[in-house]
């Protein structure tokens, strides 16, 4: 995987199931801040990666142009904005931070960090 097609894994996140055509069998999502919001820490395996991220789109969340740094052949950094959609349909930005890593197979691992605060408080931030 090169920067642009981690680039065009990311944008695919906002275009449905072509997002888990990106990921590898074994994919797993670490979210380390998850349980202070009553989420899973992780998620193993496409199947019931799809499952949480795929309920997570139908709520309306996208993600913005993505800023990517290479840290290793085979490891990424990624900065970008997630827009979550409230109750009342308004929109609230959030910043999030992932580490990605990937092998020939596709995205083996997404460990995403996201400022627990704001998301805790979405409601009432967008009234």
Do not use: C
């Amino acid at each position: 995987m090169t920067t642009e097609g981690l680039r065009t894994a990311l944008a695919d996140f906002n275009n449905g199931d072509a997002f888990f055509d990106h990921l590898a069998d074994d994919v797993t999502v670490e979210f380390p801040y998850g349980p202070t919001l009553g989420l899973p820490a992780r998620i193993d395996g496409k199947p019931a990666v799809r499952r949480h991220l795929a309920a997570v789109q139908a709520g309306g969340l996208t993600v913005g142009e993505p800023t990517i740094e290479q840290v290793t052949p085979s490891r990424y950094l990624a900065e970008y904005t997630g827009t979550y959609r409230t109750s009342n349909g308004a929109a609230v930005d959030v910043p999030l931070v992932a580490i990605i890593d990937h092998d020939a197979t596709g995205i083996h691992r997404i460990r995403e960090y996201w400022d627990t605060y704001l998301l805790a408080t979405l409601a009432t931030r967008a009234q």
